[in-house]
């Protein structure tokens, strides 16, 4: 099993930063890759980054591509999302999921952190 603990959200103004980290605990060798979901109230979860943990090579939605930058440390299992030139619509619970080696889905998340942009 692996274990996924998010931190670094908060309230902001629009254009502000904030970063974000989870930490991975557990059977973390298993780890293909690293991702961070949001889900806004009332609307569906989304994908935002991820990285391919072996590489660190990011992938982001189109939404995000340009203003969000998704790291990885290995020796700490820890991945970052730095998010800069937040607006309001970035507001919601950001989530961190681990995929494994093999596996088609992200097999575990972590239990969210909320973000809060103000206009």
């Known amino acids: 099993q692996v274990q996924l603990a998010e931190s670094g959200g908060g309230l902001v103004q629009s254009g502000g930063s904030l970063r974000l980290s989870c930490t991975a605990s557990?059977?973390?060798?298993?780890?293909?890759?690293m991702a961070w979901f949001r889900q806004a109230q009332g609307k569906d979860r989304e994908f935002v980054a991820g990285?391919?943990?072996?590489?660190?090579?990011?992938f982001y939605s189109d939404s995000v591509k340009g203003r969000f930058v998704a790291s990885g440390d290995i020796a700490q299992n820890t991945v970052y999302l730095q998010m800069f030139n937040l607006k309001p619509s970035d507001t919601g619970v950001y989530y961190c999921?681990?995929?494994?080696?093999?596996?088609?889905?992200?097999?575990?998340w972590g239990r969210g952190t909320q973000v809060t942009v103000r206009s």
């Open positions: 999921a681990q995929a494994e080696t093999g596996s088609d889905e992200y097999n575990h």
């Open positions: 557990g059977r973390t060798s298993s780890t293909h890759a």
């Open positions: 990285i391919i943990w072996s590489t660190g090579g990011p």
